[in-house]
């Protein structure tokens, strides 16, 4: 298994991708600041601390797009069957796909909170303080965490149902434009969820209520909206997790003991 993660980094490290998103990402931060610095009235400066400079944003496209890819593109190369002729078997593979891919989004997230802390002290050193008091009754060093853990968990769920997808379809397509579509859903139509759960009490077990949970463990007043506590959709959000990957490990044997 470990020889397996160190290949998946390895060939992971070695895409060209995944050095021009990284340097992407610090220009983008890096753009945002200077946007905060040159117009402080339309990119609030604290708004966009508290943001993580948006690179969570950017971070979830790169990697609903890497995990929904590794198998499509290993497939049409024959790398995938190379692995699974040899001592392998593909439930490790898949599994070590799934960790590296873990690894790459702590990365990812790890390189941005570095980021924003340095863009605090080089642009914004004494526009506000770490220790500021935010809607939220948090310092906003604390609150900015708060919401890099939101947006992981958010990320962790939609990467889930992403690698579910990657297993059906031979073409990564469909599973880029789902995962997509779902994180832009929470987004846009939360709302309109909201009310239908008003109406409706089952529905707030529905998967997508579950993308909640990272912004309501920031936020505990959200379960007015949500109708679940904590606790709850701790327990949704690792069932439906789990049961996605379990559903795509189901898949992906079957798929390659034909």
């Excluded at 497939?75 to 190379?82: E, H, S």
């Excluded at 599994?95 to 340095?118: D, N, R």
């Excluded at 990657?166 to 139509?189: K, Q």
């Amino acid at each position: 298994m470990f020889t397996l993660l160190k290949q998946e980094t390895y060939k992971l490290l070695k895409r060209p991708s995944f050095t021009i998103f990284w340097l992407f990402l610090i220009v983008f931060q890096l753009a945002m600041a200077i946007f905060g610095k040159v117009y402080p009235q339309t990119f609030q400066p604290e708004n966009l601390f508290l943001n993580d400079f948006y690179a969570p944003v950017m971070i979830v496209f790169y990697i609903i797009a890497v995990g929904s890819t590794q198998l499509s593109s290993e497939n049409q190369y024959g790398t995938l069957k190379a692995l699974l002729y040899r001592q392998y078997s593909s439930s490790k593979v898949l599994v070590s796909k799934w960790l590296t891919l873990l690894g790459c989004a702590l990365c990812f997230y790890g390189s941005s909170l570095v980021m924003t802390f340095l863009l605090k002290v080089i642009f914004f050193q004494n526009k506000f303080s770490l220790t500021l008091q935010v809607s939220t009754h948090q310092p906003i060093w604390q609150a900015m965490l708060m919401n890099t853990v939101s947006e992981f968990l958010t990320l962790l769920f939609l990467a889930a149902f992403v690698l579910l997808l990657a297993t059906l379809f031979d073409n990564s397509t469909p599973a880029i434009i789902v995962g997509i579509s779902a994180y832009f859903v929470v987004s846009v139509f939360n709302q309109l969820m909201f009310m239908l759960i008003d109406q409706h009490e089952w529905l707030k077990w529905n998967p997508v209520n579950m993308l909640n949970f990272g912004a309501q463990l920031n936020s505990p007043k959200l379960s007015s909206l949500t109708h679940l506590g904590i606790n709850q959709m701790m327990i949704g959000y690792i069932a439906y997790g789990s049961i996605f990957l379990i559903l795509g490990l189901i898949v992906f044997r079957r798929r390659n003991l034909r």
